[in-house]
């Protein structure tokens, strides 16, 4: 049985307010150029198919369309989809409408599946685990991962210990909000006098175990000079 992901809940009504996702197209070229040389310099290299988890209003989305011979967009918002339904290179983008954590791809059909800026606002560990698991099944031999991950060391976090228990302290107090706005929200209450989501810090051993019981090789994590400092995790099929 398929689970969804509670998050959708926000997103979606985010997605009515256009709030909390960048169509700045420029940019998305900007950082498809950087992780491009990235993914060439790991050895990804063949260009047919991608899957991009949250595709958002299309920033990525595009620059990634100029790339491939086609891109399988999922986004849990009919809004969002339907901005990037509107970027310059949308012909060449099927876009998908996904609640559960599941890929509608057939197995081993694209080379790469890429997700930047959305897996540390999944409130649920399972359905994490779940997208990567789907990862792994819809990749060819030789295709990989290429996912923004928020772990420290990157995103302008040291790990120091007033660091890390401010961050508790705030996703504890977080949590409660979000609990009331997510039953606001399916209340029919859309628009409140707050905007918040979830937030995820990644442990990149706990990445790396996790993949390489799902059967990923050549595990790696790179921090990326990109908008105040990045962290990137890569993975292949073997």
Request: glycine content about 8%; overall charge positive.
């Amino acid at each position: 049985m398929s689970t969804v992901i509670t998050s959708n809940t926000e997103w979606r009504a985010y997605g009515q307010l256009n709030y909390g996702a960048s169509e700045d197209i420029e940019a998305g070229l900007k950082e498809w150029a950087m992780l491009k040389e990235h993914l060439n310099q790991y050895g990804l290299k063949q260009r047919s198919c991608c899957v991009e988890i949250g595709c958002g209003a299309g920033r990525l989305t595009n620059a990634l369309a100029e790339e491939f011979d086609s891109v399988q967009a999922l986004d849990v918002s009919p809004d969002r989809l339907e901005q990037a339904g509107k970027v310059p290179n949308a012909a060449k983008v099927r876009f998908h409408l996904v609640d559960a954590p599941k890929i509608p791809l057939p197995d081993a059909t694209c080379d790469l599946c890429i997700s930047t800026h959305v897996l540390q606002h999944v409130a649920s560990v399972h359905a994490v685990e779940s997208y990567l698991r789907e990862m792994a099944r819809v990749l060819r031999p030789g295709g990989g991962i290429l996912i923004h991950v928020p772990v420290i060391g990157a995103h302008g976090m040291t790990g120091e210990l007033q660091e890390v228990l401010r961050r508790r302290a705030k996703e504890l107090a977080k949590s409660v909000v979000l609990r009331m706005t997510r039953t606001l929200m399916k209340l029919g209450m859309p628009q409140l006098p707050w905007k918040i989501d979830h937030y995820s810090v990644f442990s990149f051993v706990k990445l790396r175990q996790f993949l390489s019981k799902e059967g990923f090789v050549d595990i790696e994590l790179r921090l990326v000079e990109w908008a105040g400092g990045h962290a990137y995790l890569l993975a292949r099929r073997p």
